[in-house]
Nanobody, 124 residues
Framework: QVQLVESGGGLVQAGGSLRLSCAPS????????MGWFRQAPGKEREFVAG????????VYADSVKSRFTISRDFAKNTGYLQMNSLKPEDTAVYYC?????????????????WGQGTKVTVSS
């Protein structure tokens, strides 16, 4: 029932950095895991990264490993996706999601709550 809101998207140059934020609009992150997905035009939604809210266990897609970092801040009740060394292939609408699984899932169906998405465009 908790609505998620993403922010921080925009236009960046290749090689640049961007930080996305995800915050519940009607409560706090009470679900076990938070994840980030992205969807480029004409492509299916794909997993980017996931983290368990309490323990901090992280899972990354191979395409973003070593470049992106997922994290969460209890005090600010906010989740983040730090994106470095951005590539044009990273261009997509990024979505924040939350689910009850003990280990961050890699499939969209593993998550129950979703945000509206924030667009990231990386120019070459």
């Amino acid at each position: 029932q908790v609505q998620l809101v993403e922010s921080g998207g925009g236009l960046v140059q290749a090689g640049g950095s961007l930080r996305l934020s995800c915050a519940p609009s009607g409560g706090s992150f009470r679900r076990a895991a938070m994840g980030w997905f992205r969807q480029a035009p004409g492509k299916e939604r794909e997993f980017v990264a996931g983290v368990t809210w309490t323990i901090g266990m992280t899972v990354y897609a191979d395409s973003v490993k070593s470049r992106f970092t997922i994290s969460r801040d209890f005090a600010k009740n906010t989740g983040y996706l730090q994106m470095n060394s951005l590539k044009p292939e990273d261009t997509a609408v990024y979505y924040c999601a939350a689910g009850s699984m003990a280990v961050p899932g890699r499939q969209p169906g593993d998550y129950d709550d979703w945000g509206q998405g924030t667009k990231v465009t990386v120019s070459s």
